[in-house]
């Protein structure tokens, strides 16, 4: 990204390849210039924190049990037909009870149940008292 004058042209360098204390970049700091946006230093202090929280959330991604489930969760789309889904009343929801894919498919469910009642306490077990 070219840093852009006044007059709308380019200074001629790339934002990578200089340092923060060269005049242009304090230039574009200070008037908040950046690709065509106007922003002003809230604006900036607020865009840097969701970069911080951005990082702290691809830091937890990168977990290779997150990143497996990601890619598997990635490619459920491809597997289901759509067209060929029935509605379910709850004599055939019982009768589903006996496949071996619902059964799989419902433990996966459970276990991601449990784990996203425990999001409201942040990440703690649900306290006694609030279980049914």
Same mark, same amino acid.
């Given at each position: 990204?070219?840093? #852009?004058?006044?007059?709308?042209?380019?200074?001629?360098?790339?934002l990578?390849? +200089?340092?923060?204390?060269e =005049?242009?970049? /304090? !230039? !574009? !700091? /200070? /008037?908040?210039?950046? &690709?065509?946006?106007?922003?002003?230093?809230?604006?900036?202090? @607020?865009?840097? &924190?969701?970069?911080?929280?951005? !990082?702290?959330?691809?830091?937890?991604?990168? &977990?290779?049990?997150?990143? $497996?489930?990601?890619?598997?969760? $990635?490619?459920? #789309? *491809?597997? +289901? &037909?759509?067209?060929?889904?029935?509605?379910?009343g709850?004599?055939?929801?019982?009768? $589903?009870?006996?496949? *071996?894919?619902?059964? =799989?498919?419902?433990?996966?469910?459970?276990?991601?149940?449990?784990?996203?009642?425990?999001?409201?306490?942040?990440?703690?077990?649900? #306290? =006694? @008292? =609030?279980?049914?």
């Open positions: 990204m070219l840093v #852009p004058d006044d007059s709308g042209r380019s200074f001629g360098k790339d990578r390849s +200089i340092s923060l204390s =005049e242009p970049v /304090q !230039l !574009l !700091l /200070q /008037q908040g210039h950046v &690709d065509g946006f106007v922003y002003d230093a809230e604006d900036i202090d @607020q865009m840097g &924190d969701i970069m911080v929280e951005f !990082l702290g959330l691809t830091k937890k991604l990168s &977990d290779p049990k997150a990143k $497996a489930f990601l890619e598997k969760a $990635a490619s459920l #789309p *491809s597997h +289901i &037909d759509l067209e060929s889904s029935k509605k379910v709850i004599f055939r929801l019982l009768a $589903a009870g006996f496949d *071996s894919e619902i059964k =799989e498919g419902l433990g996966v469910m459970m276990e991601l149940t449990k784990a996203m009642g425990k999001i409201k306490y942040n990440g703690n077990n649900v #306290p =006694e @008292q =609030e279980t049914l």
